[in-house]
């Protein structure tokens, strides 16, 4: 069971990380989603896999979190972004206005890959660096 003060910080955690994110490629998009250059892509997609875990390593070991905690605080995080991106792709024309319909294909691609590898961060594995075990 979560506390109410690890159910907030979560959610507040997944908020800041959703937002700096949409913010990254609101500014930066079109120079990080280029479909023509694919090994381009494919580091920009092993990058993420890297800094997602890594996101979440930082927070179970801030929190101190055990594995019942991992699983449970890694789902609030990403749901608000989950959220968030559901809700910007509704209306991509207003928050990504120079995409193209390529460039959507990979960004809706890559949230999905981020979060994938967020949720996998709070259930593998077992044992993190600085993390509790029990």
Excluded at 21 to 29: M, Q
Excluded at 35 to 62: E, H, N, S
């Amino acid at each position: 069971m979560l506390s109410r003060r690890l159910t907030l910080w979560s959610l507040g955690y997944g908020l800041l990380i959703w937002f700096e994110a949409a913010l990254t490629i609101r500014l930066l998009g079109n120079y990080i989603f280029v479909p023509d250059r694919l090994i381009w892509m494919a580091l920009i997609f092993a990058g993420t896999a890297v800094l997602a875990f890594a996101i979440g390593w930082f927070f179970f070991q801030w929190f101190q979190t055990t594995p019942a905690q991992r699983a449970a605080t890694a789902l609030l995080i990403c749901a608000v972004g989950l959220i968030g991106d559901t809700a910007v792709l509704m209306l991509p024309d207003f928050f990504f206005p120079g995409m193209t319909k390529d460039q959507l294909f990979w960004f809706s691609a890559w949230f999905a890959w981020g979060y994938g590898i967020g949720l996998l961060s709070g259930l593998w594995p077992r044992f993190l660096y600085g993390v509790p075990v029990e």
